[in-house]
Structure formats: structure tokens, C-alpha cells
């Protein structure tokens, strides 16, 4: 989206976490969710009139071939 508003070509993009943790309740779930492949990556689709990222409404974007495996319940830890 910001290579978009900017008239640049987008490119990789690249998250890092600071204070990533799991609790004690939660390494079940998520051991469950390592047995998981994969899928295929979607592609978000924006809305290509916007060039002003503050015009952005939810309706301008479009998640197209998203795949996903039924919910895993993790209770939130306190």
C-alpha cells in the first residue's frame, strides 16, 4: 500500500516481532498448528484509484484466493 501512494513498485516486505512470547496454556494450540502446512500465499488487491493512504476504506481492499485450515481455540491468557 505505501509503494502504491508513493508511485513506487512494491517489493519485499519485511516484519520483525520485539516481544514475541507464548504462554503456558497456549503450547498445545500451537504445537497442534506446526503439524499444519502451509498454503498458498493470497494476494491483496488494492484498490489502484487511491493515492492518498489516509482515503484508504476497508471496501479498497480485496483478499483474493485465501486458503486457510479450520480455527485452533487458544484461551487468552491473563
Do not use: W
Not at 502504491?4 to 512470547?21: K, S, W
Not at 498448528?33 to 491483496?44: A, I, K, M, N, S
Not at 489502484?48 to 486458503?67: A, C, G, M, Q, R
Request: charged share 25%.
Amino acid at each position: 500500500m505505501l509503494a502504491q501512494v508513493c508511485g513506487l513498485e512494491r517489493g519485499e516486505f519485511i516484519h520483525t516481532l520485539g516481544d514475541a512470547h507464548v504462554y503456558s496454556n497456549h503450547v498445545e494450540p500451537l504445537r497442534e498448528q506446526l503439524e499444519r502446512y502451509p498454503h498458498p500465499f493470497p494476494l491483496l488487491e488494492l484498490n489502484p484509484e487511491k493515492t492518498d493512504i489516509n482515503d484508504f476504506v476497508f471496501e479498497d481492499f480485496t483478499l483474493v484466493n485465501y486458503s486457510h485450515d479450520p480455527r485452533i481455540k487458544m484461551q487468552m491468557a491473563v
